[in-house]
């Protein structure tokens, strides 16, 4: 079973704060993601790692911020949030070369 | 521009009968597709894969078929169960050292007791 959590579930704050989503594996995986998904949408990848200190810009542009310090962990950083960042934030990570990802439960960020 | 589309937004069916559910893609790189099951307020989990030397693969109730030449992949799920109902997404990879996915819309089944 894949073990990979992310906080909080919700979260709702105003226009200009800064927020750190939170996501952290158990299983030793090497590459993380970032995907957001807007209601009826595509899941879009915005950042990924294919290890420590390792990060890329995904397809989908971001104002976001990744950092990858352990590999565990992989959080993500707005630094003054807008309301054109209301979106789910689905985190997700990986072994081996063929992808079969495994998802947190992700993130519903409403931004006031 | 979508490289996976996935033209029904929704599907209702009987319970007992077949859900099919369709993926298209433009990119004649992909060579590796897989089918993710998504609930509300969950994030979405890994279903079935098949890659582009085949075009077919099976796993229970769920059967995945590849036509590469029509760029085209189903999803068929037999005998439909209420407990199928979610969102259905078929991503897409390019191989090689290449390891991120692209998605379609998805597709909500509903399948009616």
């Known amino acids: 079973e894949a073990d990979i959590y992310q906080t909080p579930r919700y979260l709702v704050i105003g226009t200009g704060k800064k927020i750190t989503l939170e996501c952290s594996q158990t299983m030793g995986h090497d590459k993380m993601y970032w995907y957001q998904q807007d209601p009826g949408m595509e899941l879009h990848l915005i950042h990924y790692s294919y290890g420590v200190n390792s990060t890329e810009k995904g397809d989908l542009s971001s104002e976001s911020t990744v950092s990858r310090i352990r590999t565990e962990h992989f959080p993500l950083t707005l630094e003054s949030a807008r309301p054109s960042h209301t979106s789910q934030y689905l985190c997700?990570?990986?072994?081996?070369?063929?992808?079969?990802?495994?998802f947190g439960s992700g993130t519903q960020l409403s931004v006031l | 521009d979508q490289q996976v589309k996935q033209n029904s937004p929704s599907l209702s069916v009987q319970e007992g009968r077949i859900s099919i559910l369709n993926c298209d893609y433009t990119n004649s790189m992909f060579d590796y597709f897989l089918w993710y099951k998504k609930y509300p307020a969950e994030g979405p989990t890994f279903l079935i894969s098949?890659?582009?030397?085949?075009d077919k693969n099976e796993d229970g109730r769920f059967t995945v078929f590849l036509n590469k030449s029509a760029k085209h992949l189903s999803l068929h799920i037999v005998p439909s169960q209420p407990g199928d109902s979610a969102v259905y997404f078929c991503?897409?990879?390019?191989?090689?050292?290449?390891?991120?996915?692209?998605f379609g819309k998805g597709t909500l089944l509903t399948v009616n007791p």
């Open positions: 991503a897409a990879n390019s191989g090689g050292s290449n390891y991120k996915l692209t």
């Open positions: 997700a990570s990986s072994a081996g070369t063929i992808e079969k990802l495994f």
């Open positions: 098949i890659s582009s030397i085949k």
